[in-house]
């Protein structure tokens, strides 16, 4: 009987995970803290605040939105495994 209430348990836990994945709120949420983890340590001086999240279907990948003290907008370009685009400081 503790097994099988185990194992139920273990399956509802899988479902849920799976549907906040599938509707993009678990991949949007670690995108949101891994840019506000990366505009802090990269950016301390400028003191960015989180603004928005949105996906983007054609580049398959979450636009994070941030303002700084002076009231300046910037985005940048992540995964679920960090920033791929940083517009402040462009590759090459």
Do not use: Q
């Amino acid at each position: 009987m503790f097994k099988s209430k185990r194992i139920n348990m273990l399956i509802v836990i899988t479902i849920l995970v799976a549907v906040l994945w599938l509707i993009r709120l678990i991949p949007s949420g670690i995108c949101i803290l891994a840019a506000k983890s990366y505009m802090e340590d990269k950016y301390p001086e400028r003191k960015f605040r989180y603004s928005f999240v949105e996906y983007s279907s054609n580049h398959g990948k979450y636009f994070v939105h941030f303002v700084d003290k002076d009231g300046n907008r910037t985005n940048v370009m992540t995964t679920v495994f960090g920033v791929d685009y940083d517009p402040l400081d462009p590759p090459g």
